[in-house]
């Protein structure tokens, strides 16, 4: 299974994503990959991005789900 990676900028997320807790931003996207889209995601944060892991089957998906959230 292929993957591929989407990268989201931490210093370009707003209201309601607190970037001071960063790893509860990241749970409640995964939950929502997982309840919602029954998306399976790997999601990791650095500094400065926040990383998302998908099968390259599901990017439309995922996509669609991350746009529903406001984070692109």
């Known amino acids: ?3 591929s990676t989407i990268r989201i900028a ?8 607190d970037t001071s807790r960063i790893p ?3 749970d409640e996207i995964e939950a929502s ?6 998306i399976p995601a790997r999601l990791t944060a650095d ?3 926040i990383a998302i ?7 439309p998906d995922a996509a669609a789900l991350l ?3 406001g984070l692109i």
């Open 10 to 17: 931490i210093r370009g997320l707003n209201e309601p994503w």
């Open 33 to 38: 990959f997982r309840e919602e889209a029954d």
């Open 24 to 26: 509860a931003v990241l």
């Open 67 to 69: 746009r529903d959230l």
């Open 1 to 3: 299974m292929e993957t």
């Open 53 to 59: 892991d998908v099968a390259t089957d599901r990017l």
């Open 47 to 49: 500094s400065m991005t």
